[in-house]
């Protein structure tokens, strides 16, 4: 860097994210005093990347690693500033930086194991064969032994309702839409589907503040994406599934069939109360006629769960009407009175919004307060019972920023540099921490200084300063 800089430079900056195979950035910028670029093509990053992966490479000692982020600054003097930290790599274009500190994430709803009303099955094995026989069969599979129908339910953990298991003895499947036009499931491959509810580790930046909704009729399905108990029993070409519910909630029934997978990451959906109803084209209609609930611009059913208000000034007094509002989006400051009462899991809002109300909020689960200047205090916080997630980056002035000290049920934290740093000293007594993040568009020197804050081992960041005459600084 020094040697290639260019006539008339004052700083030089090198900014790296080297991966394995590869590397990222911008190259070398040469500055002058005062602040404008100065262009090398010598050093712009198609000439400086292959040397700094074979560096780090030396540097890792044959060990594995996914990407190294790198910042050095250089003055005309010689004196140099160089830090680096492996397996740190920022997401949208390096605006924020996740570290994930241990293990697990929070349960995806906090609802009480359910006493269901009516544990009958409502399926009727006879009629289920009848109306399966009265459909198209050219392309069912020859039936399938009761050795095989029991060695499945071994394998599956549960027995099958009573009018699925006997569709088996008439057919092991088959048919391409015979289900409500998908594809009927094999006994092989009724176990094939992994729908634990098990979010994947590392996916805290999309999930942390996600809400599974609630299928309607209310109260019929566990609000998860996934449970024992939920058998996939056909499948479409999209990576969602038909599967008998024997898990079901407070009114719903054991056998009852439920759709999940890829496009339901916001709950299951119930469709019948058995397959015998799916098969008789009974299934259940969300849509039905409601008086609608108008909230500022928005005309919506009553029985809404999320919602998105655009806009300042909006009357929020009738959010009160939406009695199963789990997720409300906010971009201009609102009352947040009607949300006490309401099982609001999601907020989303603008700092103009005070917090008050929310003191004592039995549901609410995660905070994000989008960019503004108002000020926002966060003591009614300290009461919120449930709180694992709050993300504050966007909130110029926090007025009372310690507080977060004594939330210490937080499950994850996403805040900006300066913010982290003001947090910093209570860090220790935030120890149920699982993942945390810098946000607000930091530098690649302040993602590794801010990632020593949680391990600040020199085996994970190196940070070197030296002298034109190459003394350590």
Known sequence: MYEQAPDGWHTAVLSAD????????????YLREDGTGIYQPSMDHRAVGPALVELFHELAAGERFRN?????????????????????????????????????????????????AD?????????????????????????????????????LGFPLPPDLRALYTVADGGGDDIMDGMRWLTLAELGNADLTSAPQPGGWTTRWDRVVLDAEPFDTVRRATGRP?????????????????????????????????????????????????LLAGA???????????????????????????????????PLAGLRHLRRLWSSGPIDLTPV?????????????????????????????????AAPVTLAP????????????????????????????????????????????????RLDNLHAVTLAGHPTARQAIEWRSFFDAGPHVTARLSRTATGQAG
Not at 135 to 153: H, K
């Open 283 to 317: 299934a259940a209609d969300p849509d039905a006629d409601v008086e609608p609930v108008v909230v500022g611009p928005l005309s919506l059913r009553p029985t809404a769960q999320a919602m998105r208000l655009q806009g300042a000034g909006i009357d929020s007094a």
């Open 340 to 372: 006490r009462h309401l099982p609001v899991e999601c907020l989303q809002i603008h700092p103009g919004s005070s917090l008050a109300p929310l003191a004592g909020h039995p549901t609410l689960r995660t905070l994000t307060l989008w960019p503004g």
């Open 119 to 155: 544990p009958s099955y409502a399926g009727d094995p006879d009629r289920s064969v009848a109306l399966l026989r009265a459909l198209d069969q050219a392309d069912l599979n020859p039936p399938a032994t009761e050795e095989a129908i029991a060695a499945a339910e071994a394998a």
């Open 68 to 116: 190294v982020l790198a910042h050095l600054t250089l003055d005309a003097a010689g004196r140099f500033d160089a830090a680096a930290r492996f397996n740190l790599r920022g997401a949208n274009v390096g605006s924020t930086y996740t570290a994930v500190l241990r293990d697990g994430m929070p349960p995806e709803s906090l609802d009480p194991e359910p006493v269901v």
């Open 18 to 29: 080297i991966v394995r195979n590869g590397h990222g950035g911008e190259g070398v910028r």
């Open 381 to 428: 916080l300290r009461d919120v019972p449930n709180l694992h997630g709050l993300a504050l980056a966007g909130a110029a002035t926090v007025t009372d920023l310690e507080t977060i000290a004594e939330l210490t049920g937080l499950w994850y934290l996403e805040l900006s540099f300066d913010q982290w740093q003001r947090v910093r000293p209570a860090l220790a």
């Open 229 to 277: 108990g939920w058998i996939p029993f056909a499948e479409d070409s999209d990576g969602n599934f038909l599967a008998v519910d024997l898990a079901p909630a407070r009114l719903g029934r054991p056998g009852q069939v439920i759709r999940i997978g890829n496009s339901h990451s916001d709950g299951p959906e119930y469709v019948a109360d058995s397959v015998t109803s």
